[in-house]
């Protein structure tokens, strides 16, 4: 009795030890895997703050001022207190005729917007540029000795802490200064141009992946081939429709594209409808992919319960299918966004400018973006220009988180109806 024991449990040791090996090596294999995630996690997170220090440290910190004219020679008040009229002559004063003639063509200089007088009075009069400025680390770390050498080195100037991202920034327009330059052209240029985006890829991107999930037949030769196309087009570089765009809508549409169909004179097809119009076939490919993703993931038994209680197809699509997917929708939204709202390789092609000082007034007009102006402040050898680059980068992180949060507010309000 004893022997058999013996041999029934060996038996059964030796019919449990393959199963258990295999056990053994699959916790291996997943605790390799998580080893590995939580590796390359950690990776992105330390590569993500040594990006944001990096941006940080050379959008502030100290700078050497000179000006070319006192401030205080012109007025016994702060240039920033004065009003229109005290500008103007301030203006009429130290220019040359023929300058204050150029700047009134479009009208009095008293007419002109506060700010504007203020920028010109600063750009074209007072001149201030910067002599030497430091990153913030520096500053931190060696601020005796920028004072001390500063004393020395310029005597007239002055030193101020300055955070180049300001409320001046963001209002001034393009100069060729740095310190009087801003990005308000750009900015308003990259929000009109994602906003022709995705009003024109949106609902092109969800109408294609409704048919194409729900109306074409999976076994159609065209369907596959569309399908096969689209999954091709997501990885074509951007570049490439960049040349798309300036063939088929700066030149073939011109037109419409310069606003020429609709009464528009001076124009030529380089406008931020252009612009907007290649960015949305840019990304139309990876909407119309998340959205057939997140259509897929609505359960079959839902349509079929709608199929069973009379609903047409359509009725079912946008009553019950179309809810359900739309936080799928919604996140490859997001994805879309950050793709194009950084872009520059198609903007540069379709002709979106490096230097312009006036805002876009509409769907027809010149434009650059932020991605061009933070690529052409990074080629500048001037380190004040390095400092404005990093500046952008910050409004070009805070615009994108700021439309990522309305995507991402809208896609839980859909999950919560769901």
Known sequence: MKATDNFSFSLDQGIQSPEKGFHNRRHQRAR????????????????????????????????????????????????????????????????????????????????????????????????????????????????????????????????????????????NSM?????????????????????????????????????????????????????????????????VYGILGLALFVRALHPLTSGALFGVEGQNGRTILSAGLTMALLILPLLIINAQEAIRSVPISLRQASFGLGATRWQTVWHHVLPGAMPGILTGTILAISRAIGETAPLIVVGASTFITSDPAGPFSSFTALPIQIYNWTTRPQPAFQHIAAAAILVLLISLLSLNAVAILLRNRFTKRV
Request: avoid cysteine; glycine fraction near 4%; hydrophobic fraction near 45%.
């Open 32 to 171: 390799l895997a998580q080893a590995a995630f939580r590796l390359t996690t950690l990776l992105a997170v330390i590569f993500l703050a040594t990006l944001l220090i990096t941006v940080l440290n050379k959008s502030m910190g100290y700078v050497v001022l000179e000006n070319k004219v006192d401030p205080f020679s012109l007025s016994d008040r702060p240039i920033s207190d004065l009003n229109n009229t005290e500008l103007a002559q301030i203006l009429r004063e130290n220019l040359r005729k023929n300058r204050v003639r150029t700047l009134e063509r479009a009208g009095f200089l008293e007419d002109q917007p506060r700010s504007t007088l203020v920028q010109l009075v600063n750009t074209e009069i007072i001149q201030p540029e910067v002599v030497e400025s430091y990153n913030l680390f520096p500053s931190l770390i060696n601020r005796s000795k920028i004072m001390a050498d500063a004393a020395v080195s310029y005597p007239t100037a002055r030193v101020e802490f300055r955070f180049w991202l300001n409320g001046a920034f963001l209002t």
């Open 175 to 239: 100069a060729s200064q740095p310190e009087l330059a801003g990005v308000r052209s750009a900015l308003l240029g990259s929000l009109q141009l994602i906003l022709i985006t995705i009003l024109t890829a949106f609902p092109i991107g969800v109408g294609a992946a409704i048919y194409l999930e729900e109306y074409a037949s999976h076994k159609s030769r065209i369907n596959r081939l569309i399908q096969t196309n689209i999954d091709n087009l997501a990885g074509v570089p951007s570049i």
